[in-house]
C-alpha cells in the first residue's frame, strides 16, 4: 500500500505532464497562450511554405521528365534506330538487286522520314543543339537517294554512294549515330538530374517535417495548458490541427515518396531504352531493338503519364496547408479574446 | 536621427546593393551565351582547337563536322545559323555575304598580317568577311622516309588514292585536276579558270580537258585500283592511320594530298612521313613547279555579338595564331607566326611563306553549285573507267560548263560584291 503510494506520488512529481507544468509555471496563462499562438503560427506558416514548395518541386520533376527528358531519351534512340534501320533496308536493296523494283525503297524512306519527324518533335524538349544531326541527316538523306535513284544504273557510283551515305551514318564520334549517341548520354544525365531529389529539395522537405514536428508539440502543449489552466477539456480547433498536421506531415511525404519511386523506375527502363538502342546496330537486332525501345517507351509514357493522384495530393496539401495556419490559430484567438483581450 | 535609425537605413542600402549587385550579375550570365562555332575540324585537331578557343576565356561550343557545307545550309535555313563558320570553300562564303549573312570583320585583325593569297582584300565591296585561320599547303606528295620516288610521273599502283568524304566526295580528285591544270598552264590560267574570268568556256577549254584525260589516263593503268581509289574514305578506315601507312591501294607508297594529310597518319607515323613537290610526278609530266596550290580554313561572322567578334580577333591574333600552330602542329597564313619545326613541316612552311607563286584551291573559290557539279564529274571520271566504260569527258565537262554557265547568268543579276576577285598569289 505504502509502496503503491510512493509510485503515485512520484509519477505525479516526474509524469511528463507535470515536468511540463513546472516548466511552464513561472509563466502566466495570457503570456502562455500568446506565446503559443506566435509559435503555431510560425511553424504553421513555415510547415506549409516548405511543404508546398518541396512538393510542387517534385511534381515539377516529374512533369518535366515525363513532358521533356522522357520524349527526348525515348526520340533520340527511335531516331538513331529508325537511321540505322533505313541503312539497313537500302543495303538490302541495293544487295538483293531491287532498287529497279516500284515502291521498293518505301521502306528506308519511311524509316527516314521517321528519323526526320523524330528529330523536329524532339526539338522543343531539348536544350541540345541538334542542327548539326539535322543537317547530317539531311545529307545522309541526300547520299542514299542518289545511291537508290539516280544513279540505279551505274553501279560503281550507287556503291558509292551508298559507303558515303554508310560513313556519314557510322564513322565513330562524327556520324550520325555517334552523334545521336552522344546527344542521348547528355539527354540521360539531364534526366537523372532532373529525377533526382537535390539538396535544397531535400533540405525543404526536412524543414516542413521539422516544422510540422514542432507545430504537433506545440499543439500537444497549448491543449495541455488549455486544461490545466482554463478547464477546458478539448478545444476542437487545436484537435482539428492536430489531426492536419498528422496528416500533413505523412500524406505528401508518401506521395512524395511514390512520385520518387516511379521516377527512378523511368530512369531505370529510359536507361534500358538507351543501352538497347546503342546495341542494337543491324541485322535482326535491329527491327528487334526498335520493338522493344517501342514498348518501353509505350510503358515509361504510361508510368509517368498517370499523375492525377499527385494533383489531388498538392491541391489537398495547398487547402490543409492553409487550415494548418487558420485552425490553431483561430482557437487560441478565440479563448483569448473571450478570456483575456475582451475583457482588457 | 536615432543610432537605431541610422543602422536601419545603413541596411537597407546594404540590401539594394546587393540586389542591383545580383541583378546585374544574372543579366550578365543571360548575356553569356557559348559562342557557338561550327569548323570542319573533328577527332584531334578538334580537341586541340577547343584547347586554344578555352584559353581565350570566351564561353564557346564547337561542332565539328565534315559535312559541314550541309550543315550550315540546313542552320542557316533554319534561321539557327552558328555564330562563327569556319570553312575552306570561299565561294560559299562569298555567296552568304551576298546574302547578306555574313558580317564583315574590318578591324577585327589586320590583314597586313596576311599575305597573298590568303588575305580577302580582292572582294568588290572593300569589306573584308573572312579571315584565314589555319593554311594548308598542297600541290605535295606524301612518302614514307627512305622511299623517296624518282622524279617521274609514277603509276596508279603507286598512289594511295581515296575519294571518299562525309558529303563532299571527290574532293580528293578535283585536287589531281587542280593541281595538274595549275602545273601545266600555270598561275595566270588557273585563277581565270576558278573565277571564270571573262565568261570564256574554261571547262571545255583544251587546257582542262587535256589535265582531265592525263588524270583519267592514270587511272585506266589499273581498274581495280580506280574502283578501290573510288570505294575508299580519303581518310582511310575509322581510326586507321590514314592511306599511306595503313588501308591504301596494296603496295601504295605515295599520297597526292594536302598537308593536313600527317594528322590523318597519327603522331608516330607522322614522323615517318615525307613530303615532296608533286609536278614531277604527275601524269603526262614531268612538269617543272608552276606554283603551289595551297587552301586555308576561314572563319567568318554569321551574328554581330561581341563576345563572337571577341574570339574571332583573339584566333587571328598573332598570339592566337601562334597558340593554335604550337598547340595543333598547323600552319598558319599569318606571316608573323613561326610555324613548327619538323624536317616535313619547314619544308611546308617554306613553301607556304617563300617567294613562289601560290593559288587558292579552285574548286573553293568557285561557286557551290559549280563546285558540287565538279565533284560528281570526277566521281563519274572513276566510276566509268572502273566499269570499263568511256569516261566521256568532252560530255562531262560540258555539263560542268553548263553549270557555270548558270552560275555567271545569276552572278551577272546580283552585285556579287563579296566574290574574291583574284585566286593566286604573284
Known amino acids: ?344 | 536621427m536615432t543610432r537605431r535609425f541610422k543602422m536601419l537605413v545603413f541596411l537597407v542600402v546594404m540590401l539594394l546593393i546587393a540586389a542591383a549587385g545580383l541583378v546585374v550579375v544574372w543579366a550578365q550570365q543571360d548575356d553569356e551565351e557559348p559562342v557557338t562555332i561550327l569548323g570542319t575540324w573533328t577527332a584531334d585537331q578538334e580537341t586541340h582547337f577547343k584547347e586554344v578557343l578555352g584559353s581565350f576565356g570566351i564561353p564557346f561550343r564547337y561542332q565539328g563536322t565534315a559535312a559541314q557545307r550541309e550543315v550550315l545550309l540546313s542552320k542557316v535555313q533554319a534561321g539557327e545559323p552558328p555564330d562563327i563558320v569556319i570553312m575552306p570553300g570561299i565561294g560559299e562564303l562569298s555567296e552568304y555575304a551576298d546574302q547578306n549573312h555574313l558580317k564583315p570583320l574590318d578591324r577585327l585583325y589586320d590583314p597586313r598580317q596576311y599575305g597573298s593569297p590568303w588575305n580577302s582584300t580582292g572582294t568588290a565591296d572593300g569589306h573584308v568577311y573572312w579571315v584565314p585561320v589555319k593554311a594548308d599547303l598542297k600541290s605535295i606528295v606524301w612518302y614514307r622516309e627512305g622511299h623517296k620516288p624518282a622524279d617521274s610521273p609514277a603509276p596508279l599502283e603507286s598512289w594511295c588514292m581515296g575519294m571518299g568524304d562525309d558529303g563532299a566526295s571527290g574532293w580528293p580528285g578535283s585536287d589531281w585536276i587542280e593541281d595538274l591544270v595549275l602545273q601545266r598552264n600555270g598561275p595566270e590560267f588557273y585563277q581565270k579558270w576558278a573565277l571564270s574570268k571573262d565568261r570564256v568556256n574554261w571547262w571545255t577549254s583544251n587546257q582542262v580537258r587535256s589535265a582531265w584525260e592525263a588524270w583519267a589516263g592514270l587511272l585506266k593503268q589499273n581498274r581495280d585500283a580506280a574502283k578501290h581509289a573510288l570505294l575508299t574514305d580519303h581518310r582511310g578506315v575509322a581510326g586507321s592511320h590514314g592511306l599511306l601507312f595503313e588501308g591504301g591501294w596494296k603496295g601504295c607508297s605515295l599520297e597526292h594530298q594536302g598537308s593536313f594529310a600527317s594528322s590523318f597518319y597519327g603522331p608516330a607515323d607522322a614522323k615517318q612521313a615525307r613530303l615532296m613537290d608533286s609536278a614531277p610526278l604527275l601524269p603526262g609530266g614531268p612538269d617543272r613547279v608552276r606554283a603551289h596550290e595551297v587552301t586555308g580554313d576561314f572563319a567568318a561572322l554569321f551574328s554581330d555579338r561581341p563576345q563572337a567578334k571577341e574570339l574571332i580577333e583573339r584566333l587571328a591574333s598573332k598570339e592566337g595564331q601562334q597558340k593554335w600552330a604550337r598547340t595543333a602542329d598547323v600552319f598558319s597564313a599569318n606571316r608573323q607566326v613561326q610555324l613548327p619545326g619538323g624536317s616535313a613541316e619547314r619544308e611546308i612552311a617554306e613553301r607556304l611563306k617563300g617567294n613562289g607563286p601560290r593559288c587558292l584551291d579552285a574548286s573553293d573559290v568557285m561557286a557551290p553549285a559549280v563546285r558540287d557539279a565538279f565533284y560528281e564529274a570526277v566521281l563519274l571520271t572513276i566510276a566509268r573507267i572502273a566499269d570499263r566504260q568511256d569516261p566521256a569527258i568532252e560530255g562531262l565537262l560540258t555539263n560542268v560548263q553548263k553549270v557555270q554557265k548558270v552560275q555567271d547568268a545569276q552572278r551577272s543579276l546580283s552585285d556579287n560584291r563579296a566574290a574574291p576577285s583574284t585566286v593566286c598569289s604573284t
Not at chain 1, 516529374?62 to 527526348?72: D, G, K, Q, V
Not at chain 1, 523494283?101 to 522543343?124: M, N
Not at chain 1, 492536430?242 to 496528416?247: E, H, K, N, R, S
Request: one cysteine or more; glycine letters at 6%; hydrophobic letters at 45%.
Open chain 1, 1 to 344: 500500500m505504502k509502496t503503491t503510494r510512493a509510485v503515485s506520488v512520484s509519477w505525479r512529481r516526474y509524469s511528463p505532464a507535470a515536468l511540463w507544468r513546472r516548466r511552464l509555471s513561472h509563466w502566466r496563462t495570457r503570456r502562455l497562450l500568446e506565446v503559443h499562438l506566435l509559435v503555431l503560427t510560425v511553424c504553421a506558416t513555415v510547415a506549409a511554405a516548405a511543404l508546398l514548395v518541396s512538393y510542387r518541386q517534385t511534381q515539377h520533376g516529374a512533369e518535366a521528365l515525363s513532358s521533356r527528358e522522357a520524349p527526348a531519351v525515348q526520340g533520340l534512340a527511335a531516331t538513331r534506330l529508325a537511321v540505322l534501320r533505313a541503312d539497313q533496308e537500302a543495303g538490302v536493296l541495293v544487295s538483293k538487286k531491287l532498287v529497279d523494283v516500284a515502291g521498293s525503297g518505301e521502306s528506308y524512306r519511311s524509316q527516314l522520314s521517321a528519323a526526320d519527324q523524330g528529330l523536329s518533335r524532339i526539338a522543343d524538349r531539348t536544350d541540345q543543339d541538334l542542327g548539326t544531326v539535322n543537317g547530317l541527316l539531311a545529307t545522309y538523306s541526300n547520299s542514299l537517294n542518289l545511291g537508290t535513284s539516280m544513279y540505279r544504273d551505274q553501279p560503281f557510283m550507287q556503291k558509292q554512294k551508298i559507303l558515303e551515305a554508310h560513313s556519314l551514318l557510322t564513322r565513330p564520334g562524327v556520324g550520325v549515330a555517334p552523334r545521336l549517341d552522344q546527344l542521348q548520354q547528355n539527354q540521360m544525365e539531364h534526366a537523372r538530374s532532373t529525377a533526382a531529389m537535390g539538396h535544397w529539395q531535400r533540405s525543404a522537405w526536412w524543414l516542413a517535417e521539422l516544422a510540422l514536428a514542432a507545430l504537433a508539440l506545440t499543439l500537444l502543449s497549448a491543449l495541455f495548458v488549455l486544461r490545466d489552466r482554463c478547464g477546458r477539456d478539448w478545444n476542437p480547433y487545436l484537435l482539428a490541427a492536430f489531426a492536419l498536421t498528422v496528416l500533413l506531415a505523412v500524406v505528401p511525404l508518401m506521395s512524395m515518396s511514390a512520385t520518387e519511386d516511379d521516377l527512378d523506375r523511368a530512369i531505370r527502363e529510359l536507361q534500358q531504352i538507351t543501352e538497347v538502342s546503342r546495341q542494337s546496330c543491324c541485322g535482326k537486332g535491329l527491327a528487334a531493338g526498335q520493338q522493344n525501345v517501342t514498348a518501353m517507351s509505350e510503358n515509361v509514357r504510361h508510368e509517368l503519364g498517370d499523375d492525377t493522384w499527385t494533383d489531388r495530393v498538392y491541391q489537398g496539401t495547398l487547402i490543409g496547408g492553409l487550415l494548418l495556419i487558420v485552425l490553431p490559430a483561430s482557437g487560441l484567438v478565440l479563448r483569448l479574446d473571450s478570456d483575456y483581450w475582451r475583457r482588457r
